[in-house]
């Protein structure tokens, strides 16, 4: 607690205050001057005089004597230190009157987050359920607004799936570091259910919380390294030849072969164009169809080259992007490179090899 320090209305300092008390010492030399004087000054025809007044002068000097000795100096407080200023140490004499409390500690630093698009959480969220679904893997449902504590097991997880079955959901989630948001995902005004897969990498890592904002019921699986891929081995669904590798809010697809030559989906998704060899090495362009309800709501497109540790998004201009209408865009990618796309429309999608 800081109590607020007033100080009294004069304050004076210590040369001011210290007062000098007479010394009995220096009354008593007063008295023995005047009986000398006395005996010179006094006529010796006037001895019964000179034996009274002397006689008084004595006593008076014995009695201030006896009073000099009861009456001690009064003890001067010591001065105590109230505060010290940068430049070097001042010091203030105490007053029984002001208290002055100092804080032990500097005041908790105020990080600015980045900006929120959630709304508050109201004080009453709908409970949180957790479903251990194997492997290290867990799913979290609920309905509305809430926000979650990310727990001990955050840093094994490295994928996460969201999903929500009710086209008006808005389902938006935040991943929060510190109360500073590291990523978000999903949509506030999407006309489909919100679905969509992201990879947890290294900036999620720190994660203490995980907001989410709908109105509607929500799932957010998140996943070990490699579960999907295991997933799919241990049901007996092992990649033909020619398969492609397509990450959705269904896992993971194999598409690619004669036996699946496209996948059908709704949401974010995540391409590894690496296939199941022997492989043609050509570049494989994706073709993209967008329902037609999604005029106008063109997906944005990420590539991750082999070597750069970064997804960077391409444009409309480069030339490994192409449009044939509004629902139909290719995008052309190499040999292991990722592609990243963010839409919330339902989409089909085709690999052509060559």
């Known amino acids: 607690m800081l109590v607020e320090f007033r100080p009294p209305f004069?304050?004076?300092s210590q040369a001011a205050t210290d007062v000098t008390k007479p010394s009995t010492k220096t009354c008593v030399c007063h008295c023995l001057r005047a009986v000398i004087f006395t005996l010179k000054e006094v006529s010796p025809n006037h001895s019964k005089l000179l034996v009274v007044t002397v006689g008084l002068l004595i006593a008076l000097a014995a009695i201030i004597q006896a009073i000099g000795s009861d009456n001690s100096p009064d003890p001067v407080d010591p001065p105590t230190v109230s505060s010290s200023s940068p430049e070097g140490g001042s010091t203030a004499k105490s007053d029984s009157a002001s208290t002055l409390t100092l804080p032990t500690t500097a005041p908790s630093t105020i990080i600015t987050?980045?900006?929120s698009f959630l709304p508050p959480t109201s004080s009453v969220p709908y409970p949180v359920s957790f479903t251990a679904i194997g492997e290290g893997a867990i799913t979290i449902s609920g309905y509305g607004n809430n926000v979650i504590d990310a727990g001990d097991e955050w840093p094994n997880y490295r994928t996460a799936i969201y999903r929500s079955e009710d086209p008006d959901s808005g389902l938006v989630i935040e991943l929060?570091?510190?109360q500073i948001v590291v990523a978000s995902f999903g949509y506030s005004d999407s006309d489909w259910p919100?679905?969509?897969i992201r990879w947890l990498d290294d900036i999620t890592q720190g994660v203490q919380e995980i907001a989410v904002a709908a109105s509607a019921g929500w799932e957010i699986d998140l996943l070990p390294d490699a579960f999907l891929w295991n997933q799919q081995i241990d049901s007996g669904n092992t990649p033909q030849l020619e398969d492609l590798l397509l990450f959705s809010s269904q896992g993971l697809t194999f598409v690619g072969s004669p036996q699946a030559r496209?996948?059908?989906g709704v949401g974010d998704l995540m391409i590894y164009n690496a296939c199941e060899g022997p492989c043609n090495?050509?570049?494989t362009t994706w073709?993209?169809?967008l329902s037609p309800d999604c005029s106008g709501n063109t997906p944005d497109f990420f590539i991750k080259e082999v070597g750069n540790p970064f997804f960077e998004q391409i444009s409309e201009t480069d030339p490994r992007f192409g449009q044939q209408s509004?629902?139909?865009m290719f995008v052309a990618l190499d040999t292991y490179d990722w592609l990243q796309v963010l839409t919330p429309c339902e989409w089909a999608v085709q690999p052509n090899s060559g």
Request: proline share 8%.
């Open 262 to 264: 496209s996948a059908e």
């Open 10 to 12: 004069e304050r004076r």
């Open 287 to 289: 073709i993209f169809q």
């Open 194 to 196: 919100v679905q969509g």
């Open 326 to 328: 509004q629902e139909i």
């Open 281 to 283: 090495e050509e570049p």
């Open 176 to 178: 929060r570091d510190n």
């Open 113 to 115: 987050p980045t900006t």
